[in-house]
């Protein structure tokens, strides 16, 4: 192969690859068959981490940037004046095997533009992952894009080869996909996501009966929604994400902060910054749901469709629903434990462990990690002494406010900074 | 009163687990456990030299393990720490967890319990760091051959996952800080002691020992590593916190900023 054509072409794809957020190895159990190359653990690796901060797990490229299709968000449409370039199957294979072998990746993440039709490209994907498991011998991490509008047998055979499949739903709302990216149809996107979710549910129940079922995508599926590039409000972004994770099943949602890449005038201007703060409230709101025991509508609702910029959403809900608190430390359950600000679910883990030997008191607590400068709020434990003496939610949210540092307080401070 | 005697042992996980044996059979009050090489007389205490048994270092460990799967797990990765003292500290742990019925590893209100599940997480977390930052270099002769310098001794815990990692090729990973290393020969993992001329960090510089296309590689990584990056969402702080910096001598693709 050559060196300085393939180093060319990953750059243009590795470039244009990266506004995929997932790169999660996880979730996986692919174990070393016949002393070939690579293993998947339950547990992911983060390699390195790029100078945004971001983890470099998987080899992320995209096997082509020519698309016809036209979306108005995507750094690779057409009318995009950009250099183009394709991968031939075997560059990609090399690169994979090379990179793993020397411990950089867990595995590969492979996109691709659309060219000619969904099938010809998906079948183009496919054929990536099945010549690395059956003639490497791979058994690393493979995640692979399922392309809008491919069909059931392609998508069959993708979850044979890859550990997930995902499919970039980018815009939460159908109205704004029908703004953005007007050649592109809402259910060529779920169609690919309701086969995936039926085969891995068939596996499941073939599994019990036959044991050599082979695997099908055992990580599961993933999307992805991109936040700010239409006026949409939390409320719509999370609504529609709880909608992808009880429907299709999905393991994760993933929000992208939108990067302005191209002048028009139905999106955010260029230079605009990316919205990384809501993007981290939607994160924090996500994993309440998931492992919390949130539900969706008890944070965002008809009343406060947006979350709020300053404190964290848990912290929001709590104040809004004083007449909760306080919880005992030493008798709630686990639910509860779960629902106090500034107690997560480590400390909450803790915390049930511990009190089973003793009463806990704020020493305890504070030595066990809890964040005291929000929870001491809300909870009472084994000490005569405790924080709130009826004060109102405004007041304890000023007092946590002027104790704390945010890493975005910068962003969204009212208050005047005296040397700029 | 009987006096307060310090236990010498030879420095090994084993020759520790038969001085914790020699203490709890003996009954006899320790002011202190060390390794030969290092030790410090007390004024008022008496030496006595342990020499590693390994059936005695095996009911110790068999002992433990039948507490908790965990608390076997925190005394080895906590005593792979290598802090110093730490051998008192899980001797004292030790006799905490036989002291009454039940489990005590997860009484997170206790000091030194807590304190002994803190220190092996950060084992732990090293461990993680050390699967992951790893580099392998292909040499001449097809080995791929890494340096590393980790903060904790924890060669004998990445060994597995290495072995069924990369079953099918032959390689070294080298801690030139405890001067040990590992090596598979496509059968066994051995421990190996080696004669390094120079630590074979990821340096600018070429060596004739690394395979022609190996720096091929590296840089093809090393521009892959700056091509996924996104520049309008930089933040040098969250890099530093996740990469931190005493391992990049070791990371090809940080050797430019090195």
Redesign the interface.
Known sequence: MS?ER??EK??IL??A???DVSCSSSGSNR??KN?????STG?G????????????SL??ILLTNHCIFDCAYCVTRKSNDIQRAAFKIQEVVD?TI??Y????IEGLFLSSGIFKDADYTMERLVSVAKKLRLEE?FNGYIHLKSIPGASDELMYEAGLYADRLSVNIEIPTVSGLKLLAPDKKHEDFTKPMKKVKEEILRYRSEKKLIKNTPVYAPAGQSTQMIIGATGESDKDIMYSATHYYSTYRMKRVYYS?Y?PVAEDSRLPVIGSQ?P?LRENRLYQTDWLLRFYGFDIREILNKDYPNLDADIDPKLSWALRNMHLFPIDINKADKRLLARIPGIGMQSVN?IL??????R?NWE?LK??GVALNRAKYFITCDSRHWQQKDLEPMAIKGLILQNSQGKFRKNYSSQLSLFN | METAKILIYDGSFNGFLTTVFKAFEEKFPISDIQTNGVCQNGLFSETETVFTQMDKAKRVWNGIQSKSNAAIKNVYFAYLSGQKGIELVLYRYIRKLFSKAGPKT??????LI?KISQLANSVRREK?RM????????TQDGI?F?NIEPDFDVLPLISKHFR??????EWIIYDVKRKYGLHYN?ESVEIISLDLKEVYANSMLKKDIFAG?EY??Q???N???K?????????????A???PKRYWKY?S?KKQAV
């Open positions: 060196f393939v180093r990953l750059n590795a470039d690859a990266k506004y174990t070393n002393k070939g190359l690579g293993n547990m690796i983060c390699h390195s981490y790029a100078e945004d901060g971001r983890c470099i080899l992320k690169l090379n990179f072998r020397r411990n950089y011998n902060g990067i990316v990384m803790r462990n511990a009190r089973r030997y003793r806990l305890h030595k066990m | 997860t009484d997170f209100s206790d000091e807590l993680h699967e992951a930052f790893v580099r392998f270099q292909r791929y890494a069924s990692r990369y079953a099918d090729q496509l296309n091929a590689y840089e093809l990584w521009d892959y590593f091509s996924t990056n996104i520049k309008s969402r930089i933040n040098p702080k969250l890099h916190q996740h990469v990371l693709e």
